[in-house]
């Protein structure tokens, strides 16, 4: 039995839930929004499909007490709104903040002891609360981190080659968020450095690296929130966990030397974060890392007392 939790049934949470059913990924799905209402409208919205997919799962409603024997949490609660409001994820800071507190003691409460995987923003400074409240192990909490902002890497770099997203690999690293930086030593195309490829002139290598980094306000702009790339992207996680891939992937990971939660590089399984691992980077590439993770670890510490 597949047993998955949702915590947060906005745009995000709700096209992760519709993903994960889809797959047929899941066999019991609890669904939790501290909106009783909109919670009730989507277990309806969703059980009303049942009879028109090929999947099934049984599917609980707004009860903490179901996390105790769940193999995974998403964590997915916040205030769109805020953000698109702002154009600004830290926007959310002091809200999710407050929501990791309640949350997380709500999920330390229940005796999970699944893996968590946290998509609220500010991600990095989010996981980070979460992880202390829950007192969750360093491995069986991470999140989404900078697993989405490659992904728009991929893409607007795939875009100026001509190539497929898939066929672009490397990593943004760093803060979901402003300090992100693409690591361009780490980016090949089809197996060949981007940084030979690009002296022809034809990328503008920060024009890519701002596309990726501004990529949610363009979908913002147009529809007040993002969903859908974000939902693969957790989605493909839960894969990696479910099915114990070893899946090398970017994910808002605990770096021992920030001493926080961070965009990074790591090998994920069936325990969550089987290990980091390290990539070579230019002595700019490292500085960038070392600033992003102090803009985080500031933002972490807001509200502490
Ligand atoms: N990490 C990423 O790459 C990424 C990408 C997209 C969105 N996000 C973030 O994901 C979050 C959700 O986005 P969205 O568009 O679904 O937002 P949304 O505003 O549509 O939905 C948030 C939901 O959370 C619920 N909620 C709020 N506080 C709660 C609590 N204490 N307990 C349970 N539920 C609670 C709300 O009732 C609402 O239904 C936001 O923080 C957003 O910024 C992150």
């Known amino acids: 039995m597949r047993k998955i939790a949702v915590i947060g049934l906005g745009n995000v949470g709700t096209t992760v839930a519709h993903d994960l059913l889809l797959r047929g990924l899941v ?3 609890v669904l939790i929004d501290s909106n009783e209402k909109k919670a009730q409208a989507e277990y309806f919205d ?8 090929p ?3 049984v599917i609980k409603l707004n009860d903490y007490g179901e996390l105790k024997d769940a193999d995974i949490v998403i964590t997915s609660f916040g205030d769109v709104a805020a953000t698109a409001k702002t154009g600004d994820r830290f926007a959310e800071l002091p809200i999710n903040l407050k929501n990791a507190e309640t949350v997380g003691q709500k999920i330390k409460a229940s005796g999970f002891d699944g893996i968590l995987i946290n998509i609220s923003n500010p991600c990095d400074a989010i996981v ?3 992880q202390g409240v829950t007192g969750l192990p360093h491995n069986r909490i991470f999140g989404t981190g900078t697993f989405l902002d ?12 001509g190539e497929a997203p898939q066929n672009v690999s490397g990593f943004v690293l760093g803060e979901h968020g402003n300090s992100q930086f693409t690591a361009w030593s780490t980016v090949k195309i089809d197996g060949q450095p981007l940084t030979k490829l690009a002296d022809d002139g034809k990328a503008n290598l920060d024009e890519l690296d701002k596309t990726a980094r501004d990529g949610a306000f363009v979908v913002i702009e147009g529809k007040g929130y993002t969903c859908f790339a974000i939902a693969a992207c957790a989605v493909e996680m839960v894969q990696a966990v479910f099915a114990d891939l070893h899946q090398f992937m970017p994910a ?5 030397q920030y001493d926080c939660y961070i965009g990074y590089p790591a090998v994920i399984g069936k325990d969550g974060v089987e290990r980091i691992q390290p990539v070579e980077l230019t002595a700019d590439e490292q500085s960038k890392l070392d600033q992003s993770a ?7 510490a807001q509200g502490k007392n």
């Open 128 to 130: 980070n609360r979460l």
């Open 294 to 300: 102090q803009t985080i670890k500031e933002k972490a």
């Open 27 to 29: 066999d019991e799905l």
């Open 150 to 161: 490659t992904a728009r890497m991929q893409r607007a770099v795939g875009h100026v080659f």
């Open 252 to 256: 808002s990971v605990f770096l021992e």
């Open 46 to 53: 969703f059980s009303d499909s049942f009879a028109r997919i």
């Open 55 to 57: 999947n099934n799962a």
